[in-house]
């Protein structure tokens, strides 16, 4: 009720306003940056600023995106749109303190439930969202074409002088009334609440995209109809959740926080967007209607997702989820000030609902539930039998949601309709609305106005890569060594952390005589997350080497993938990594200093249907190809700088005996050892037995043990001079020798941007 009163006095405030003396709607986003955002973006920064302004644009961080990705991918956005004033906030180093004290500057990498004092945590809904392909690796790259074809402006994610998601979305609140639109988990503006309640008030409305209220199937359904409608969610594996929709279960507390703030909230849930999806009319009409940069990015990106999309069913499947979203909420702004009385893209409902966060019984105690567990007083000051005290879903394996051949039990994150005090009266979409032109091949009203939109002519994209430069072009640098006689053939297995990329620029410029790097092996379950191959692309082409093949390994940990849904996984081991600073954040972006190096024409790819057999090579297809490339005799040398599961794959698939040689395990220092020629650094090695401990509590796991009953010994470096180690390692670096052929992005943009002088 308290939801309709309010919703009622902003329609009379605004009734009240002079149209004229109207001030714009200024916009807060928090987004996941997934394509969908991206799209939404576009169609909101296309409006008239003087009617919507966007002042601000936060990230949440534990949904469908890595943090340094996403910061980096809208400042390109916003550069191409002309928005460079917009400011983006991202991630955050403060905690939640046992007492449920909320420090400053939380960074929203994990669920409110689960956020310690560190930005490292598990990942129990967040194992929903795939971090590899079909997940976070193609929602980052955007499928291979983000660096292709999008612009790359002055800004950039710089460490200690990058800001916070809290501090942007509290500069931009405390500035004056604002609208907020949710893209994705409800984190963010749900530790801004509990946070900040003072300024509550400056929050006008939200508009959201989540949740799932009742199922979309209909009593004359087909067949292959009922398959897409039959659950009311859309998680991956459904056998543990029927119920929840993404954007609301990845952070279940949250959205109820947001929900029940007493803040009017309009919610466009799958119930109406999947009356909305990319259907094969509006995507032909697409094609065929590609008048600005961006209407023409927008476009290639839905193609590629068509092009890798697991069935044939993407013009069923996918969804306008966040598009359609920012369509309603500027229809229904706009007829809040206009009293025009309904939406002109959705049929609107008032809908009773609340979130579900914990699964009856409630009042127990079962270990999976972090505000009550071993708590005499409950965290945040839940009620101890209240509706967050009871089972918390664990995961996607989680054995209390799993009901032998049925779907699954667990309801967290569930928009449940309910009546009672946990009820809220929330606006509902229900449904899109179809075109008012009849004769339209377009089924509904929101297709015309989003083709319509993108492609204004006005508030377009300055530039694309290519338009930006008339000289550009993709060459590859690929060195032409003759017949010079090369060195041990050797193989880098990394997990892409900074150290990992200095020791891979320590050997790159080392005498191919001495070393032959053959190939790199990427670990995508380390300190950095899949995406940033491409910051290895880009290193091998500033030095030259675009000839040195690369591939991609797992992004699980051995036996950590879903039996049934391989995408999907747990991060049980990686979860001690953390993901601000000094984790994946500045691995991700190498510190930053990832946007000063030159674009290489090679990147991440995923497989497509148009072009099959030329996605991204795996660590195992890249090592077969050096295998086979080996002269008769030759062996390998591998330096692993990461986890092991390449190596443990390699092994498993294969015999492996007869083409290794030695194996490294050691960062910089094992890649100085492998090379050698220094004669004072005194290195002094000891054999021991070693037995990793792969069993038990995950306090213990990973722990070397010496074991006299092992057969096998190990080779380890005992001691080492220090200073000759650092002289050794500086001089190779800092050596004119192999130098890069390419000194930065700024570089390379010049070449394309001037003719080279020629000379007769």
Same mark, same amino acid.
């Given at each position: 009720?308290?939801?309709?009163?309010?919703?009622?006095?902003?329609?009379v405030?605004?009734?009240?306003?002079?149209?004229?003396?109207?001030q714009?709607?200024?916009? #807060?986003?928090?987004?996941?940056?997934?394509i969908?955002?991206?799209?939404?973006?576009?169609?909101?920064?296309?409006?008239?600023?003087?009617?919507?302004?966007?002042? @601000?644009?936060?990230?949440?961080?534990?949904?469908?995106?890595?943090?340094g990705?996403?910061?980096?991918?809208?400042?390109?956005?916003?550069?191409?749109?002309?928005?460079?004033?917009?400011?983006?906030?991202?991630?955050?180093?403060?905690?939640?303190?046992?007492?449920? /004290?909320?420090?400053?500057?939380?960074g929203?990498y994990?669920?409110?439930i689960?956020?310690?004092?560190s /930005?490292?945590g598990g990942?129990?809904?967040?194992?929903?969202?795939?971090?590899?392909?079909?997940?976070?690796?193609?929602?980052?790259?955007?499928?291979?074409?983000?660096?292709?074809?999008?612009?790359?402006?002055?800004?950039?994610?710089v460490?200690?002088?990058?800001?916070?998601?809290?501090?942007?979305?509290?500069?931009?609140?405390?500035?004056?009334p604002i609208?907020?639109?949710?893209?994705?988990?409800?984190?963010?503006?749900?530790?801004?609440?509990?946070?900040?309640?003072r300024?509550?008030?400056?929050?006008?409305?939200?508009?959201?995209?989540?949740?799932?209220?009742?199922?979309?199937?209909?009593?004359?359904?087909?067949?292959?109809?009922?398959?897409?409608?039959?659950?009311?969610?859309?998680?991956?594996?459904?056998?543990?959740?029927?119920?929840?929709?993404?954007?609301?279960?990845?952070?279940?507390?949250?959205?109820?926080?947001?929900?029940?703030?007493?803040?009017?909230?309009?919610?466009?849930?799958?119930?109406?967007?999947?009356?909305?999806?990319?259907?094969?009319?509006?995507?032909?009409?697409?094609?065929?209607?590609?008048?600005?940069?961006?209407?023409?990015?927008?476009?290639?990106?839905?193609k590629?997702?068509?092009?890798?999309?697991?069935?044939?069913?993407?013009?069923?499947?996918?969804?306008?989820?966040?598009?359609?979203?920012?369509?309603?909420?500027?229809?229904?702004?706009?007829?809040?000030?206009?009293d025009?009385?309904?939406?002109?893209?959705?049929?609107?409902?008032?809908?009773?609902?609340?979130?579900?966060?914990?699964?009856?019984?409630?009042?127990?105690?079962d270990?999976?539930?972090?505000?009550?567990?071993?708590r005499?007083?409950?965290?945040?000051?839940?009620?101890?039998?209240?509706?967050?005290?009871?089972?918390?879903?664990?995961?996607?394996?989680?054995?209390?949601?799993?009901?032998?051949?049925?779907?699954?039990?667990?309801?967290?994150?569930y928009?449940k309709?309910v009546?009672?005090?946990?009820?809220?009266?929330?606006?509902?979409?229900?449904?899109?609305?179809?075109?008012?032109?009849?004769?339209?091949?377009?089924?509904?009203?929101?297709?015309?106005?989003?083709?319509?939109?993108?492609?204004r002519p006005?508030?377009?994209?300055?530039l694309n890569?290519?338009?930006?430069?008339? #000289?550009?072009?993709?060459?590859l640098?690929?060195?032409?060594?003759?017949?010079?006689?090369?060195?041990?053939?050797?193989?880098?297995?990394?997990?892409m952390?900074?150290?990992?990329?200095? @020791?891979?620029?320590?050997?790159?410029?080392?005498?191919?005589?001495?070393?032959?790097?053959?190939?790199?092996?990427?670990?995508?379950?380390?300190w950095?997350?899949?995406?940033?191959?491409?910051?290895?692309?880009d290193?091998?082409?500033?030095?030259?080497?675009?000839?040195?093949?690369?591939?991609?390994?797992?992004?699980?940990?051995?036996?950590q993938?879903?039996?049934?849904?391989?995408?999907?996984?747990?991060?049980?081991?990686s979860?001690?990594?953390?993901?601000?600073?000094?984790?994946?954040?500045?691995?991700?972006?190498?510190?930053?200093?990832?946007?000063?190096?030159?674009?290489?024409?090679?990147?991440y790819?995923?497989?497509?249907?148009?072009?099959?057999g030329l996605?991204?090579? /795996?660590?195992l297809?890249?090592?077969?190809?050096?295998?086979k490339? #080996?002269?008769?005799?030759?062996?390998?040398?591998?330096?692993?700088?990461?986890?092991?599961?390449?190596?443990?794959?390699?092994?498993?698939?294969?015999?492996?005996d007869?083409?290794?040689?030695?194996?490294? #395990?050691?960062?910089?220092?094992?890649?100085?050892?492998?090379?050698?020629?220094?004669?004072?650094?005194?290195q002094?090695f000891?054999?021991?037995?070693?037995?990793?401990?792969?069993?038990?509590?995950?306090?213990?796991?990973?722990?070397?043990?010496?074991?006299?009953?092992?057969?096998?010994?190990?080779?380890?470096l005992?001691?080492i001079?220090?200073?000759?180690?650092?002289?050794?390692?500086?001089?190779?670096?800092?050596?004119?020798?192999?130098?890069?052929?390419?000194?930065?992005?700024?570089?390379?943009?010049?070449?394309? @941007?001037?003719?080279?002088?020629?000379?007769?």
């Amino acid at each position: 009720m308290l939801g309709r009163v309010l919703w009622m006095l902003i329609t009379v405030t605004g009734l009240l306003l002079n149209p004229v003396d109207a001030q714009p709607h200024r916009i #807060l986003v928090d987004t996941d940056v997934n394509i969908d955002d991206v799209l939404a973006l576009f169609y909101l920064l296309k409006q008239n600023n003087t009617e919507f302004d966007l002042k @601000a644009i936060t990230i949440n961080a534990n949904g469908w995106n890595d943090a340094g990705h996403a910061v980096n991918y809208l400042y390109d956005i916003l550069f191409m749109m002309d928005r460079d004033d917009v400011p983006v906030g991202v991630g955050g180093e403060g905690g939640i303190l046992p007492n449920g /004290t909320i420090l400053p500057n939380v960074g929203g990498y994990l669920p409110i439930i689960d956020q310690g004092v560190s /930005t490292a945590g598990g990942c129990r809904y967040r194992q929903e969202v795939p971090p590899g392909q079909d997940g976070r690796l193609d929602v980052n790259t955007n499928y291979g074409i983000r660096k292709a074809l999008l612009p790359q402006g002055e800004r950039k994610y710089v460490p200690l002088q990058q800001p916070t998601a809290q501090q942007v979305m509290k500069d931009a609140i405390s500035a004056g009334p604002i609208t907020v639109f949710l893209m994705g988990a409800h984190t963010n503006l749900a530790t801004f609440l509990m946070s900040n309640p003072r300024l509550k008030n400056n929050i006008k409305h939200i508009y959201a995209m989540g949740g799932a209220i009742r199922s979309t199937c209909s009593e004359n359904a087909t067949s292959s109809e009922a398959g897409l409608c039959g659950d009311i969610g859309n998680l991956y594996s459904q056998d543990s959740n029927p119920y929840a929709e993404y954007n609301i279960f990845v952070d279940p507390f949250a959205a109820y926080t947001v929900l029940h703030s007493g803040i009017p909230i309009t919610l466009i849930p799958l119930d109406a967007t999947r009356t909305v999806p990319v259907d094969e009319k509006f995507f032909s009409a697409f094609e065929q209607k590609q008048e600005t940069y961006e209407a023409h990015y927008s476009f290639q990106s839905l193609k590629m997702i068509r092009d890798t999309w697991p069935n044939k069913e993407f013009h069923k499947e996918f969804c306008m989820w966040d598009f359609f979203m920012v369509g309603v909420a500027l229809s229904q702004m706009q007829s809040l000030e206009r009293d025009e009385g309904e939406n002109k893209f959705a049929k609107m409902e008032w809908r009773n609902i609340s979130v579900i966060t914990s699964n009856r019984p409630y009042g127990i105690s079962d270990g999976s539930n972090p505000l009550i567990d071993g708590r005499s007083i409950p965290k945040f000051n839940v009620q101890k039998k209240g509706v967050h005290s009871g089972h918390v879903q664990l995961g996607n394996q989680d054995p209390f949601c799993l009901v032998k051949g049925r779907k699954g039990k667990c309801q967290d994150g569930y928009t449940k309709e309910v009546n009672g005090p946990e009820a809220v009266s929330v606006l509902v979409a229900t449904e899109a609305k179809a075109n008012r032109d009849v004769d339209s091949i377009l089924a509904k009203e929101f297709y015309k106005s989003f083709l319509d939109v993108i492609n204004r002519p006005k508030r377009i994209g300055q530039l694309n890569t290519r338009a930006g430069f008339p #000289l550009y072009q993709r060459v590859l640098q690929k060195p032409d060594f003759g017949k010079e006689l090369m060195g041990k053939p050797v193989v880098f297995d990394m997990d892409m952390s900074a150290g990992d990329f200095l @020791a891979l620029l320590y050997l790159l410029k080392l005498p191919v005589e001495l070393i032959n790097l053959k190939g790199i092996l990427v670990s995508a379950n380390g300190w950095a997350t899949a995406a940033t191959i491409e910051v290895v692309y880009d290193i091998l082409h500033m030095m030259g080497r675009d000839d040195i093949p690369v591939g991609l390994g797992n992004v699980f940990a051995v036996g950590q993938s879903h039996s049934e849904f391989p995408s999907l996984g747990d991060c049980r081991y990686s979860s001690s990594i953390p993901q601000g600073s000094g984790g994946s954040l500045d691995s991700d972006t190498l510190y930053g200093f990832a946007r000063d190096l030159p674009r290489s024409p090679r990147r991440y790819r995923p497989e497509t249907t148009d072009y099959p057999g030329l996605g991204q090579p /795996t660590a195992l297809d890249v090592w077969k190809s050096i295998v086979k490339s #080996l002269h008769p005799g030759s062996k390998i040398t591998l330096l692993t700088n990461g986890p092991l599961t390449n190596l443990a794959q390699i092994i498993l698939s294969e015999n492996t005996d007869s083409v290794i040689q030695d194996t490294f #395990l050691g960062e910089i220092l094992g890649a100085v050892i492998l090379a050698g020629g220094h004669p004072l650094l005194n290195q002094t090695f000891e054999f021991m037995p070693l037995k990793v401990v792969a069993e038990g509590d995950v306090s213990v796991i990973g722990q070397l043990l010496i074991d006299e009953n092992q057969t096998k010994m190990v080779k380890i470096l005992c001691s080492i001079n220090p200073e000759a180690y650092y002289e050794q390692f500086a001089n190779i670096l800092g050596g004119k020798q192999l130098s890069a052929v390419i000194a930065s992005f700024v570089e390379e943009k010049g070449t394309w @941007a001037t003719q080279p002088n020629r000379t007769c």
